[in-house]
C-alpha cells in the first residue's frame, strides 16, 4: 500500500473542505485533500446560486444574518469573477402583509446590513415582471453566485499555496491509536476509485469536511455526530425572468426565493428532514408547488418553460433538534472530538452557508493551528484567488468573446456557448472521469437542451483526446514535491469506452428532466429522444463491459430516479 504523510489532512472537496486546505496551506501547513467524487458534487454544487446579504435571516437566526453580510463582502474581493452583483429585493406581496416589516428593518440594522426602501414605481421600472400588487420593495446586496467556478479556483488558490487535492479518493477507514481514554485518529485509508488502489494518509490533524455525510464519517472514528439533511428542491427555468435576486419580505419558507444565476433563473426552496443524502426523490407536485409560489412573484412564471428540477441536502446541526430541519439553525458548527468525544486529532466543521464557507474555513484552521501550533495568520480574507482581478462576472462575456474571436464554428454547446477550445482546456487541466465533470467545470449541456445537441460533440472530442489505446489518457497534474517545487506528474486514468460517456451524461442529464416532462420541455425531451435512441440507438451502442471501482460510476439503470445530480445554479 502507498502512505503519503502529511500535517492535515482534509475530507470533503466540497466549498470548506476546499477552503479549509486553502486557508491552511496559506498558513504555511502541509495539507491534503481527499474526495471521493469531482469537487463540488455534494451539496456544494447543489443549490441556487445566493451570495447571501444576511437579510433573509435578519428576524430568525441573526447570528447567521451578521456572518453572511462580512463574508458577502470579503467573497466579492477575493472571489470577484465568481459573482454576479445581481443585488436583492425584499418585496412584500399581497400575502405577506402584516408587522414582519417592522422587524425585518429593525433586523437588518442591528446586524448592519445596507438596506433601503425603494419606491414600487421604481422596482418595476427595473424589473417589470414583478408582481404589480407588491407593496413595498426593500433593496439588498443579494448577489448570484458560481459555486462550480469558485471552489475551483479556490482549489487552484490551494494547491499554489502547497496543498495536494486527490479527488476520486473515497475514504475507507480512519486510522487510530491508543485505547480507551487515550484514543485518537492518526490518519485514514483511502481507495482510488479509478484505478482501486488503496493509499493510507497519516496526518497529525483529520478535519471532516464532508457535509450531510458528516455523521457517516465520524461513526468511522465511533464518534455520534448527528447532522440533520435538509433537502431542498429546486426548478431552473429556461431564461432570466428577473436580473436582481427576488425574495419574499416574510419569514423564511418554500418557493420563496428567484436568483438569476448565468443564463436561467431558479425559484426555490423546499426544505424537508430526510434520512439519506445520496437517494433523493423529486415529485411532480414539489416542481409545481415552487411553481406555483413563484407567481407570486412573477406572475406568469408557472407557465415559463422549466427546464430542470433537482435537490441538494443542507448538513444542519443542532444539538438536541428533533423538529423540522426548516427549524433548525443555519449557523456553523465546529466540533473538537478530543474535548467533545475523548477522541483526539479530528475535528467536524458542518452547517452553515455557502456564503459562509471561507468564514468556517477561517475558524478551523484557527482550531487546528492551536493544537498543532500557530503558523502564519489567517490571510484568505485578504488574499484573491486566481481570476479575481477579472473582476465581477458578467452576463455576457461568453457571447462577447465568441463574436470577437468569431469562433462560431467552434461552439460545442450553443445553449452555454461552450467552446471546443473550453472543452480541451478543462480536460487537460482536471482529471476527467465523467462527462458530468466537465458539465460542472464548463456547464456542458446545462442549457434548455439539457445536453440534446453536445453531448455527441464533446464525446466525440474527448475520442480524439483520449485515443482507443485501451481508452487510457494521459493528464498533466500538478503536484508539488517534498521541497516545495512545482513537478508535472503524467499521471494514467483508465477511461470507459465514448460509448459509455455518452450513455451515462445522458442518463445523468435524464435525472433531473423527469419531473418536469410537460410543455416545452416535453418537445425538447422527445427530440432528444429521437436523436439518442432513434437515430443513434445509445441505449443499445456496444461497449465492453466496465469492470472495477469505475463500474459503479456507470451503473447502467434507465428506470432510476432516486438521485438527482447538481443543478443548473
Known sequence: MKRLETEILVIGGGATGVGVAWDAALRGFDV???????LTHGTTGRYHGLLHSGARYVVKDPQSAVECIQENQILRRTHAHCIEDTGGFF???????????DAFIAGCARAMIPCHEISVAEALRREPLLNPRISRVFEVSDGAADSFLATHATAQAATQAGARLFTYHEVIGLLQK????????VGARVR???????????AQLVINATGAWAGRLAAMAGIDVQIIPGKGVMVALNHRLVNTVINRCKMCDDGDILVPIHTVSVIGTTDERVSDPEHLSIEPWEVQFMLDEGDKLVPGLSKARVVRAWAGVRPLYQEGHVGDSR?????????DHKTRDGVGGILTITGGKWTTFRLMAEKTVDLAASILGERKPCATAITPVP???????????RLREVEHE????????ECELVTRTMLENAVRHNPTVTLDDLRRDVRLGMGPCQGGFCTYRAVGILHEMQGTNNQQS???NQRRTPDGEHATRNTQHAFPSPNLLLRDFLQERWKGLTPILWGQQLKQARLDELIYLSLMNADRLPDAELTGPMSDFYAWDAGSQDEETAGDA
Open 32 to 38: 491534503a485533500l481527499v474526495e471521493k467524487r469531482d
Open 387 to 397: 481570476g479575481a482581478e477579472q473582476g465581477h462576472y458578467w452576463l455576457g462575456h
Open 91 to 101: 418585496v412584500v406581496t399581497p400575502e405577506d402583509e402584516g408587522p414582519y416589516q
Open 192 to 202: 482510488d476509485v479509478v484505478n482501486g488502489e488503496e493509499l493510507e494518509i497519516r
Open 327 to 335: 427549524d433548525a439553525t443555519r449557523q456553523f458548527t465546529l466540533l
Open 178 to 185: 491508543g485505547g480507551e481514554g487515550d484514543r485518537r485518529v
Open 474 to 476: 494521459t493528464i498533466n
Open 406 to 413: 468569431r469562433l462560431q464554428g467552434e461552439l460545442v454547446c
